[in-house]
């Protein structure tokens, strides 16, 4: 399983201390019976931090006609918005809330060029919250091509604190490669124009990388 650079620093530091506390328990803690059953708890807590950040590979059939989920997690609201803060104007917004078990990994919904890309400071309100898309720690960004614009945010939540961002304004971007990561559990918005065809409805799950979640029309 291939991990996360990430997750690199956080999985050492976990393993340390899981490792340190397990030693402390087996020599100090009678019975050794409890001891034994807390190492355990300890070993099954470190498997998740692990597998929080494995980075499985995907397959994206690159389309410039599709919009593809940039993140793995259930789609929680498909709804109109008047989007104000760079495109200005009615559109169709996709959110994909993302569990602590899901891959946090996230990836370009179009490819093309970044038109705008900015981090935004803010609260930790619960992922699900309707005020999360505006109030909380965000970042925005919009990839452009041929068909149009795509504007999507990573969003924290109130587990999530630490988002990552790889790309800048006017970078050449490839649909379906990496292009952030959000730690501890999130959501994405998806911002799509009008005009396109939804093929994803609320309560389904999605693969970043690979679902599609609209098609240009």
Known sequence: ?????????????????CVGLSYV???????????QILSIGLLVFLGLVVQ????????????????????DGKVVVIEEIEETEFLKDKRV?????MSPLNVHVNRNPIGGIVKYAKYHPG?????????????NERTTMVIGNHNGQVLFRQIAGAVARRIRYYIKENDQVRQGAEMGFIKFGSRVDVICPKNVKINVKIGDKVRGGETILAEFL
């Open 1 to 17: 399983m291939r991990i996360h650079r990430e997750g690199f620093i956080i999985i050492l530091g976990a393993s340390l201390i």
């Open 123 to 135: 609260k930790y309100l619960v992922a699900w919250h309707p005020k999360a898309s505006t109030d």
């Open 52 to 71: 929080f950040f494995r980075d499985p590979k995907r397959h994206t059939a690159m389309n410039d006609d599709h919009i593809i989920a940039p993140a």
């Open 93 to 97: 917004q996709i959110s994909i809330f």
């Open 25 to 35: 328990m087996m020599t100090w803690l009678k019975p050794v019976p409890l001891a």
